[in-house]
C-alpha cells in the first residue's frame, strides 16, 4: 500500500490550497479515506473523513471552508482548503483503514507541510 499526499505549501491567511493523496495497493473505491493534520507541539487531529459512498464528515474547526473529496477513477483523495487561517498549520497526512477481513491496518502518507501565515 501507498499513499502519496502533495499539494502543501505556504501561503496566507485567506488564500486557498488543495492537497492531494494518491493511493494505491489496495481497493480505493469500496475504502473510507481521511486526512489527518498535526501541528508542532500538538497531537494529530482528524480532519476530514470520506466514506466509500461519498459521505463526508469534517472537524468543527474547518467545516465550511474544508472539503474533502475522491476520484475513485483516479485513486485519489483530496482536501480542498478555503478561507485558511494560521491555526491550519500543520502536517497533513492521509490516511487510509483499510480491513483485511477481520484485521484493520492503518496506513498513511508521508505528510504535506501546510504554512498559513497571518
Known amino acids: 500500500v501507498q499513499l502519496q499526499a502533495s499539494g502543501g505549501g505556504l501561503v496566507q491567511a485567506g488564500e486557498s490550497l488543495r492537497l492531494s493523496c494518491a493511493a494505491s495497493?489496495?481497493?480505493?473505491?469500496?475504502?473510507?479515506m481521511r486526512w489527518y493534520r498535526q501541528a508542532p507541539g500538538k497531537q494529530r487531529e482528524l480532519v476530514a473523513t470520506?466514506?466509500?459512498?461519498?459521505?463526508?464528515n469534517y472537524v468543527d474547526s474547518v467545516k465550511g471552508r474544508f472539503t474533502i473529496s475522491r476520484d475513485n477513477a483516479k485513486n485519489t483523495v483530496y482536501l480542498q482548503m478555503n478561507s485558511l487561517k494560521p491555526e491550519d498549520t500543520a502536517v497533513y497526512y492521509c490516511?487510509?483503514?483499510?480491513?483485511?477481513?477481520?484485521?484493520?491496518?492503518?496506513?498513511w502518507g508521508q505528510g504535506t507541510l501546510v504554512t498559513v501565515s497571518s
Open positions: 490516511n487510509a483503514p483499510v480491513h483485511y477481513g477481520l484485521t484493520l491496518s492503518n496506513y
Open positions: 495497493g489496495f481497493n480505493f473505491s469500496i475504502n473510507n
Open positions: 470520506i466514506t466509500n459512498d461519498g459521505t463526508t
